[in-house]
């Protein structure tokens, strides 16, 4: 299935467009849902308000999809001679819409405004749609893998946050209005209203709360990251295992168990997608070349690989929705194999064992949890893209980032409506201004001694002493960043380093041949003095041999 774009107009003829395997599936879906049309008791009807005020029984984006898309009246074209193959081609219209259409087009978000819509009527509000999309999208996300691979993803500690809700609330928070004080923060509060109370309620002027049509466009096509969750949820909704609870019957799943299909509307081909439905057993390779593919496209949830008591680490500052978010921007090599490195909770408050977990191993993704007093505390954190290396100068590519995977919105630190503070998910990139992409030393009397990310020295967008009990982060050029902690400076409270790409290279660990390899420090100080370092015009031509030989 490509991606096809067609008026409204159009839809009805757009079967020819599927795969014989995903027209069987939609088949399906389609027949056993006339099945229970047949006997209303037997499912949740959303049309003509009739859930008003109860869109708790919505429990799930297959249930509305199916309620709306499947159970919709009849045109009069469905009426008569032939009636029966015109209505499912228009089902097959309308599923196209919302997994065929490019992800910009007027198809895509008229399909999806009309779903949220029936949900609007029906009493809902764009935060239960939101959670029933990251709910489906999370599902199919993890269904190509095995549960065990990412197990130690699915346990959550007592102080953890439920990051499933905390990208809810920065999906709704994705609004125009970026700004959090002054009349701007005034429009956010009004938007975060509109997006959180449900449409039947009424307002203290007494009007009803809705959103419009032209304001849920806007939201829509500014949010990306809503886009390519309604590309995977979308996929499992249509496509992928389906749940019995709600239609009876569980769709055709791999022999393994596992949900290999993944629709073309995700970025996936055909090969990308696994073993379909008749096509037998495939073999062990096989089936890792696929989630291979599906791993470096973000549309699989990455292997987390045994490492040291890797199976007393139940526990961890990620959970899957953070993954999801963090996976979403690395690079697509760094998306495959993933090992926790080092833990403060496992393996002991120490520079030391942190330094030599994370050094020339390779990439490297940094949790921080901090520790507050009073409020609540940010989780923040680092990709290092390239191997951490000691060293005096900066060092690091443009790959690499600052996040922060929760903070409370400043505007919404009160309550919102409905009685739920607001948080928000950030993610820094190179803003290309400078190259101060990352720092790590340690053992010097001059220089600063830790792991320093983005600004300047003294002033890192993220800085990690080598006490390892305090950091500080400030607001920087390198990345465009925020401060990501509460306050600039900061005690650790939890620290996780994951390995997310073994390095390459390897190290000789020979020695040094000059004296300027031997005292890098004071090469590093007389280069910032801009004095001229006249020993580097007569090198130990030993030394030199050795690093010609090496090049």
Known sequence: MGNFSAKPADYGEHARYFTDDEKAQLDRLYDECCEKQKRPSTFVGLRSGSLQGSQ???????????????????????RGPGSVAAHRDRFYGQVFGLVGAKLGSPERWRGVYELFACLQNAGGSLRRFVELVVDAAMSAWTAPAPRASYISLVAREKDQPNYAAVLVDHLILSCPAESEGGEQGDLVREWIGKATVIATATSAMGATVSLSVDEFKSWYEENSMLQELLSLAFSWVFFGPADPSHLGSAEPRAQDGTAEKLVCGTGASATDRGPAVGDGVHTARDNQANLKKLRSKNLCVPQIVSTTSLAARRVSLLDITSAWVLSRT??????????????????????????????????????????????????????????????????????????????YLSCCEDKSRDG?????????????????????????RTLPNGLGVGGQMEYFGLWIDTNFHTGHSYPGATFASKQLSSSREFEIDVLEAWLVRSTDKEYDEGPARSILDTNPEAMAF????????????????????HNDAND
């Not at 007389?526 to 041999?545: C, F, K, T």
């Open 56 to 78: 708790q029984q919505v429990s799930s984006l297959r249930e509305l999809v199916v309620n709306h898309y499947l159970l919709c009246p009849q045109e009069p074209s469905d």
């Open 526 to 545: 007389l280069e910032m003095a801009n004095r001229q370092i006249y020993s580097n015009l007569v090198r130990d031509p030993a030394g030199d041999s």
């Open 330 to 407: 690395l690079p697509p090599e760094s998306r495959q194999l993933w090992a926790c490195l080092y833990s403060t909770n496992y393996d002991g408050v120490s520079w030391n064992a942190f330094q030599s977990a994370i050094e020339r191993q390779g990439a490297v993704l940094l949790l921080v949890r901090e520790k507050v007093t009073k409020g609540r505390p940010r989780v923040f954190g680092t990709y290092l893209d390239s191997d951490v290396i000691k060293s005096p100068n900066w060092s690091g590519t443009s790959n690499n980032f600052l996040f922060i995977l929760q903070r």
């Open 420 to 444: 739920t503070s607001l948080r928000q998910m950030d993610v820094f990139r190179s803003s290309g201004i400078n190259q101060h992409y990352q720092y790590f030393n340690y053992g010097t």
